[in-house]
């Protein structure tokens, strides 16, 4: 078996707001094995960014409040680290990718002064070795010309080659922990595949593990080994890409899969979609979250939250459904029926 690299267990996140406590991340526990790449998926709001940038706790506090969970990285737990102790550890072993560079990078500023900053900071290099390091960094980031690079800013740069330069700062000190979250947003098919493939070839050449947060299916399909689903700021599934593509047990990773348009599909049939929408985290749902939009949910999804169910080789869902006690509907679940209840249409 693999060895972990990062452990999270029991973790919620809650913002205080002027209306009250958003629940933006409750009871989410994974783990994450050395050189693996780990894709989480979900709606917007599903509580991906906010579950990964409070692991080290890259959010505002306050607002944002972990209210409980132990983060557990290179078997050491860092839950409790103060400022000064988080910071020997962001940038240097675990690296973020963020979704727009151009507010990520400082416009201010030239290319080559922002890959050196962290080389600087982590690492005892002179200026020279610093600037000698950064252009082979831009180089292994797949950015042309690296030397001309270096003198120029973020904004003489297109969004592909801003990513790229993120890509170079997050490598900078070959952490052990990569967390991409949606890096390709708003880029081209071409060049969403180009970024996608650098961050695959960095994961097989310095061993690094890789958080990908995405929307697109597709996406998860060419990068990752596993795939968690959150939904309403909890994990609702998970497992090895194949189980969750091939013998998904959750209706939401039924219905994400169901919503990707496919070639082979009748033109002329409606596409896929989900009815209604995310819950409120000022009041989440006591139970399944997903319940209000499912077809199959019954009396208890609405009144308690589902449990781990085990399915084996690490493929586990949150499901009434898959509880031996809900009899025709579940069995209606699994043959793939569409059961319509008063309230989900």
């Known amino acids: ?30 783990a994450l094995n050395r050189g693996e790449i ?38 050491q737990d860092i839950s409790g680290y103060r400022f000064k102790q988080l910071r020997q550890i962001k940038g240097q072993k675990i690296a973020y990718i963020f979704q727009d560079p151009m507010t990520s990078l400082n416009p201010t500023v030239k290319i080559g002064k922002q890959v050196t900053e962290g080389l600087l900071a982590h690492a005892s290099v002179s200026r020279q070795e610093a600037r000698r390091k950064a252009v082979e960094l831009l180089r292994s980031a797949g ?22 330069v993120m890509i170079a700062i997050a490598i900078a000190m070959q952490p052990q922990l990569l967390v ?49 689903v959150m939904y ?9 890409v194949r189980d969750i593509f091939y013998h998904s047990a959750h209706p939401y990773t039924r219905s994400l899969l169901a919503a990707v348009p496919r070639l082979d599909a009748d033109s002329t049939a409606p596409l896929e979609h989900i009815v209604g929408s995310p819950p409120d985290m000022l009041a989440p749902p006591a139970g399944c979250p997903f319940a209000p939009r499912c077809r199959y949910a019954m009396e208890v999804c609405r009144s308690h939250m589902p449990g781990r169910t085990e399915l084996g080789d690490g493929h586990d869902t949150y499901c009434w459904l898959c509880d031996s006690r809900a009899g025709e509907t ?16």
């Open 180 to 228: 991409a979250d949606e890096p390709t947003t708003a880029l081209d098919v071409t060049i969403q595949s180009q970024i996608l493939g650098t961050i695959k070839d960095l994961n097989r050449s310095l061993g690094m593990a890789v958080i990908l947060i995405t929307h697109d299916m597709g996406v998860v399909a060419g990068m990752a080994q596993r795939v968690m």
């Open 143 to 164: 950015i042309p010309n690296p030397d001309k690079r270096m003198e120029q800013y973020p904004h003489e740069l297109s969004g592909g080659m801003r990513q790229r």
């Open 1 to 30: 078996m693999s060895e972990q690299i990062l452990k999270v267990e029991h973790f919620s996140v809650s913002f205080d707001t002027y209306a009250g406590e958003v629940q933006a991340v409750r009871d989410v526990s994974f």
């Open 38 to 75: 780990l894709s989480i998926v979900g709606e917007s709001g599903s509580g991906k960014s906010v579950m990964t940038q409070s692991l080290v706790k890259l959010l505002p506090a306050p607002p944002a409040r972990i209210k409980s969970g132990k983060v557990i990285f290179d078997g």
């Open 232 to 240: 309403g700021g909890r994990v609702v599934e998970s497992g090895a």
């Open 330 to 345: 579940a069995q209606a679940f699994l043959r793939g029926e569409r059961v319509v209840h008063s309230g989900t249409e």
